[in-house]
């Protein structure tokens, strides 16, 4: 009876993580281990550029863009302001867009997290779509 | 398959059993997690089951639950049904709070290993040794003039705690195993995330630091999935290993997972080894106690 048992939750604990990492289905009674693979998903790296009606750059990074000095030590899944679509840039940098004046164009260039690694995105007006999302 | 073939495959799997349901030994190091599982729950649950946290009635017996059966774990008061309860409760918020309502924190690989460890403690008799238990059963064997009872017995929950830190490492590892995780795309998103505009973010958001250490974690988990099994290798590998859950817990918010990895390692060492170390440290007083 023990071998049996014993040979069941062995091969539950070393295969069973398999159906939900390969085959992506069982969760949530099955556990995948990807580890903070999450984390950092939806939070965009590279440049955001303000271009203002004289034809001046301004270059900020994203943290910049929100107004912030790092990111909030919160689980990231708990985060509003992810981005996972370019029009979600409006979400992120809703606070900003709303002082930016009207002349003023924000644009966007480079990448945002994605559980298989960062996927480029760009945008020329950050402004323009969801920016009351948020 | 032919016939040879099937026979050595059906003898490896007879050996794996033996190794695996028929491990026997002292229960000092079951005792030793029993206790440490206990603390670690608290540590974990405590302000969240709290009776100030309980926005819905139904959040008070939960909390009652995950308080009592813990305490019990600790001192060993009907140790392999307390342990058990533990398990049970941590799956019940982990299936009822996180899967189910997503509450923050509840649907993490660090609650599921620490009811899995707990569920599988419970198959040892992680009570016999430094246990209320144990107390108890002295103070019988004296009452009655029998022989002090001895601190052995089946430890095949051991083995399958240390299975099951042997698969977090393997499927961990696959999970990395991809270009992105390899050139450091991968680990760069996790410290913009947790180091942006922080003291170490010059250094860690180097694109050669990343890569290396990214590797590096990948080619260390891999080799801990196997070889943290074979006991040759163990003097080597357990230190590393004990090394990058220390690195982990100082570098990313893993709440309780490092800690409860470190304790775990305690199934991987023979358990009387551990018996022996410890029967050193207290001047021969647990060593009496082996069979």
């Given at each position: 009876?023990?071998?049996?048992?014993?040979?069941?939750?062995?091969?539950?604990?070393?295969?069973?993580?398999?159906?939900?990492?390969?085959?992506?289905?069982?969760?949530?009674?099955l556990?995948?281990?990807?580890?903070?693979?999450?984390?950092?998903?939806?939070?965009?790296?590279?440049?955001?550029?303000?271009?203002?009606?004289?034809g001046?750059?301004?270059?900020?990074?994203?943290?910049?863009?929100?107004?912030?000095?790092s990111?909030?030590?919160?689980?990231?899944?708990?985060?509003?302001?992810?981005v996972?679509?370019?029009?979600?840039?409006?979400?992120?940098?809703?606070?900003?867009c709303?002082?930016?004046?009207?002349?003023?164009?924000?644009?966007f260039?480079?990448?945002?997290?994605?559980?298989?690694?960062?996927?480029?995105?760009?945008?020329?007006?950050?402004?323009?779509?969801?920016?009351?999302?948020? | 398959m032919?016939?040879?073939r099937?026979?050595?495959?059906?003898?490896r799997?007879?050996?794996f059993v033996a190794?695996?349901?028929?491990?026997?030994?002292?229960?000092?190091s079951?005792?030793?997690?029993?206790?440490?599982?206990?603390?670690?729950?608290?540590?974990?649950?405590?302000?969240?089951?709290?009776?100030?946290?309980?926005?819905?009635?139904?959040f008070?017996?939960?909390?009652?639950?995950?308080f009592?059966?813990?305490?019990?774990?600790?001192?060993?008061?009907?140790?392999?049904?307390?342990?058990?309860?533990?398990?049970i409760?941590?799956?019940?918020?982990?299936?009822m709070?996180?899967?189910?309502?997503?509450?923050p924190?509840?649907?993490h690989?660090?609650?599921?290993?620490?009811?899995?460890?707990?569920?599988?403690?419970?198959?040892?008799?992680?009570?016999?040794?430094?246990?209320f238990?144990?107390?108890?059963?002295l103070?019988?064997?004296?009452?009655?003039?029998?022989?002090?009872?001895?601190?052995?017995?089946?430890?095949?929950?051991?083995?399958?705690i240390?299975?099951?830190?042997?698969?977090?490492?393997?499927w961990?590892?696959?999970?990395?195993?991809?270009?992105?995780?390899?050139?450091?795309?991968?680990?760069?998103q996790?410290?913009?995330?947790?180091?942006?505009?922080?003291?170490?973010?010059?250094?860690l958001?180097?694109?050669?630091?990343?890569?290396?250490?990214?590797?590096?974690?990948?080619?260390?988990?891999?080799?801990?999935?196997?070889?943290?099994?074979?006991?040759?290798?163990?003097?080597?590998?357990?230190?590393?290993?004990?090394?990058?859950?220390?690195?982990?817990?100082?570098?990313?918010?893993?709440d309780?997972?490092?800690?409860?990895?470190?304790?775990?390692?305690l199934?991987?060492?023979?358990?009387?080894?551990?018996?022996?170390?410890?029967?050193?440290?207290?001047?021969?007083?647990?060593?009496?106690?082996?069979?």
């Open positions: 009876m023990r071998k049996t048992v014993f040979i069941l939750l062995a091969a539950f604990i070393l295969v069973s993580p398999m159906v939900p990492q390969l085959l992506s289905a069982g969760q949530p009674v556990r995948p281990w990807i580890m903070f693979s999450g984390v950092g998903t939806g939070v965009p790296k590279g440049v955001f550029t303000v271009t203002k009606a004289n001046t750059q301004v270059m900020l990074t994203p943290l910049e863009v929100l107004g912030q000095t990111y909030p030590a919160i689980r990231h899944y708990m985060w509003p302001k992810r996972f679509t370019k029009e979600r840039l409006g979400v992120f940098a809703a606070d900003f709303a002082k930016l004046p009207s002349d003023s164009l924000l644009s260039e480079g990448s945002v997290g994605a559980r298989k690694g960062p996927i480029p995105l760009s945008h020329d007006d950050v402004c323009e779509a969801g920016a009351g999302d948020g | 032919t016939f040879a099937q026979a050595l495959a059906m003898d799997l007879r050996i190794w695996g349901a028929e491990h026997h030994g002292p229960t000092h079951a005792a030793l997690i029993r206790v440490g599982l206990a603390l670690i729950i608290w540590v974990r649950f405590a302000d969240e089951v709290a009776f100030f946290n309980a926005v819905d009635p139904l008070l017996p939960f909390g009652v639950w995950m009592v059966w813990p305490l019990f774990a600790l001192i060993g008061l009907f140790p392999r049904v307390s342990i058990a309860m533990c398990g409760g941590i799956f019940f918020g982990y299936f709070f996180g899967a189910n309502f997503r509450l924190g509840w649907y690989h660090h609650v599921y290993l620490l009811g899995a460890a707990c569920l599988l403690l419970a198959l040892t008799p992680c009570g016999r040794s430094w246990s238990e144990r107390w108890r059963t103070k019988e064997a004296d009452r009655d003039g029998k022989p002090t009872p001895d601190q052995t017995g089946p430890l095949w929950g051991l083995r399958l240390g299975l099951q830190l042997s698969a977090i490492y393997f961990t590892a696959v999970d990395k195993t991809e270009w992105a995780w390899v050139n450091g795309e991968r680990l760069e996790i410290f913009v995330w947790h180091y942006s505009g922080r003291a170490l973010e010059p250094v958001l180097e694109p050669v630091v990343m890569a290396t250490l990214a590797t590096l974690v990948l080619v260390v988990e891999y080799a801990l999935a196997v070889l943290i099994q074979l006991r040759r290798w163990q003097p080597v590998v357990l230190p590393i290993g004990l090394s990058l859950h220390v690195a982990f817990y100082l570098f990313l918010p893993v309780t997972y490092s800690i409860t990895m470190i304790l775990l390692y199934a991987l060492i023979p358990p009387e080894a551990v018996t022996r170390f410890l029967g050193r440290m207290q001047g021969g007083v647990v060593e009496t106690h082996l069979r």
